[in-house]
């Protein structure tokens, strides 16, 4: 277990539809990244947030969207959904060892899976 | 264009034997590696992280080697076990980048009895 929590465990929804994934990190952690893993795709990163703050963006879509809160959990919301969007999407946190967060161990979620019908 | 490889794509293995997975990175400027193991269906956990002042990391039965000249690493395991059957992950971090990993495809490995 490594102290990250994610809800809900699975996901279904339809075509069009939005839906809102959470992320509790580790205590102590102040930092958050969320990833995508497709079944024909290895890990993708999404965005990062540091104490409330957008550090860092990837490859996120649009139509994605996240923010953390005071208490440093953390949404990624999804809207106007497509099958494409099926997959596996897993947050972590890390606790940040210098200034641009670098040589810091990421600790991941148990993973949220979306499936869009 | 920053990228991570890895090979072979897939691997197996009986117990008890030893195997190398390896992984080539391009990824500029550097700062750390590190490989990841991911049980199907599960979050990746962390095996070990290098800098690229370290040339190798041992953790277990898992044994990590760098060489940040030629941006080449391997992942040795040890006298496998039926758990070792998983995705093995290659991430690369660059300086300047924040948090931001990039991932390599995997390796999956399958121990058979």
């Known amino acids: 277990d490594s102290g990250v929590t994610q809800t809900p465990k699975h996901l279904i929804t339809a075509t069009g539809q939005r839906v809102t994934l959470r992320c509790s990190p580790r205590?102590?952690?102040?930092?958050v990244y969320w990833y995508q893993q497709s079944l024909d795709q290895g890990l993708q990163f999404l965005i990062q947030?540091?104490?409330?703050?957008?550090?860092a963006k990837g490859n996120i879509l649009e139509r994605f969207s996240a923010q953390q809160f005071p208490d440093l959990h953390s949404e990624l919301n999804l809207s106007s959904l497509e099958l494409g969007d099926s997959a596996l999407y897993f947050c972590a946190s890390s606790v940040e060892l210098n200034s641009f967060g670098e040589n810091n161990e990421q600790f991941f979620g148990p993973g949220t899976r979306l499936t869009v019908l | 264009k920053n990228q991570v490889e890895q090979s072979p794509q897939s691997l197996i293995i009986l117990e008890g034997k030893n195997c190398t997975l390896q992984c080539n990175y391009t990824v500029s400027p550097f700062s750390n590696l590190r490989w990841y193991k991911q049980d199907t269906g599960r979050g990746p956990v962390s095996l070990t992280i290098m800098t690229f002042s370290e040339n190798t990391k041992s953790n277990g039965r898992y044994t990590a080697t760098l060489d940040a000249d030629t941006k080449q690493s391997s992942l040795h395991i040890t006298a496998s076990q039926l758990s070792d059957s998983a995705s093995y992950i290659c991430v690369v971090s660059g300086r300047n980048q924040g948090g931001k990993l990039i991932f390599g495809q995997g390796t999956e490995l399958s121990v058979k009895p």
């Open positions: 947030y540091y104490n409330g703050e957008e550090r």
């Open positions: 205590s102590g952690d102040l930092s």
